[in-house]
Antibody
């Protein structure tokens, strides 16, 4: 069974770039799955950020597209999220998840990101 | 792409059946079979409960069932249990090739 683990700085300054990584274990990032990022601001609902395939194809939420970059590192079996020009509105728990067809069936435990100077 | 619409809260007593709704448009729920439901307990990651409208992943109780009518999807929980108290989110594929979540429903077991 695939397992996912997010990692990255828990504190980011306003206007800087947030960078998170999701390590994949128990499976290959080159499998027939899409690798997703979802976030959840404190006390609010889930927001889909985007996803990527092992071929390098990416799809982004239009509301974040201008600031988001997803990438993967096959040698390390992990994928990453970069979100530029962060503001307080980007503070959230960030989850990585794997999607096969219509279902995100494996999720990481989530990592909390605070935006503050 | 707007979020799917879910009631903010629903409550029920142990043993009862409750139904959670999730309303979208013909560009998401109404147009595709890719509707899924997630349960989230406080401080935990979401857990997939249903996909493909009404299919259950291995290990999910058959007390959970799903359906769709037009632009609205529904999750029914029968034989409500204390452990069912959580936030529930629906999700759908959209015509923009992106995924969208509902705002979530807080289920309280009385």
């Amino acid at each position: 069974q695939v397992q996912l683990q997010e990692s990255g700085p828990g504190l980011v300054k306003p206007s800087e770039t947030l960078s998170l990584t999701c390590a994949v274990s128990g499976g290959s990032i080159s499998s027939d799955s899409w690798w997703n990022w979802v976030r959840q601001p404190p006390g609010k609902g889930l927001e889909w950020i985007g996803e990527l395939y092992h071929s390098g194809s990416t799809i982004y939420n239009p509301s974040l597209k201008s600031r988001v970059t997803l990438s993967l590192d096959k040698s390390k079996n992990q994928f990453s999220l970069r979100l530029s020009s962060v503001t307080a509105a980007d503070a959230a728990v960030y989850y990585c998840a794997t999607r096969e067809r219509g279902r995100m069936d494996v999720w990481g435990q989530g990592t909390t990101v605070t935006v503050s100077s | 792409q707007s979020a799917l619409t879910q009631p903010a809260s629903v409550s029920g007593s142990p043993g009862q059946s409750i139904t959670l709704s999730c309303t979208g448009t013909s560009s998401d729920i109404g147009g595709y079979h890719y509707v899924s439901w997630y349960r989230q307990h406080p401080g935990k990651a979401p857990k997939l409960m249903l996909y493909g409208i009404g299919d259950r992943p291995s290990g999910v109780s058959d007390r959970f069932s799903g359906s769709k009518s037009g632009n609205t999807a529904s999750l029914t929980i029968s034989g409500l249990q204390a452990e069912d108290e959580a936030d529930y989110y629906c999700s759908s594929y959209t015509s923009g090739s992106i995924w969208v979540f509902g705002g979530g429903t807080k289920l309280t077991v009385l």
